[in-house]
Nanobody, 127 residues
Framework: QLQASGGGLVQAGGSLRLSCAASGRDSDRASMGWFRQSPGKEREFVAAIRRRGSTTSTHYSNSVKGRFTMSRDGAKSTVYLQMNSLKPEDTASYYC????????????????????WGQGTQVTVSS
């Protein structure tokens, strides 16, 4: 089970931090992702922490690289998405997702490889 929070209304250039708390079996070993969806658009990949064995790697879409930072608190089974220098085009519903196993790199960018999803949290950036 995934519980996302932290969305809100912010002015362009501002910051927000999203949280996603995971619970359940293997939640501490899952690969986690953030996706977002704007009205009339398809859901798109934002960021992910891939866990493969004992190693982890973090990946970002080009549109958020350098502005967003995804992190994980293993003790709390929670992932965060720190969003800085927000732009109006970042306005969307943001969803966290999880997948277990040892995913190949290409799979973490695809929403259809994530069986577990949280509810969306709305981020609105005003110009």
């Amino acid at each position: 089970q995934l519980q996302a929070s932290g969305g809100g209304l912010v002015q362009a250039g501002g910051s927000l931090r999203l949280s996603c708390a995971a619970s359940g079996r293997d939640s501490d070993r899952a690969s986690m992702g953030w996706f977002r969806q704007s009205p009339g658009k398809e859901r798109e990949f934002v960021a992910a922490i891939r866990r493969r064995g004992s190693t982890t790697s973090t990946h970002y879409s080009n549109s958020v690289k350098g502005r967003f930072t995804m992190s994980r608190d293993g003790a709390k089974s929670t992932v965060y998405l720190q969003m800085n220098s927000l732009k109006p085009e970042d306005t969307a519903s943001y969803y966290c997702a999880a997948q277990t196993g040892n995913p190949i790199l290409s799979s973490i960018f695809r929403e259809d490889t994530y069986p577990y999803w949280g509810q969306g949290t709305q981020v609105t950036v005003s110009s």
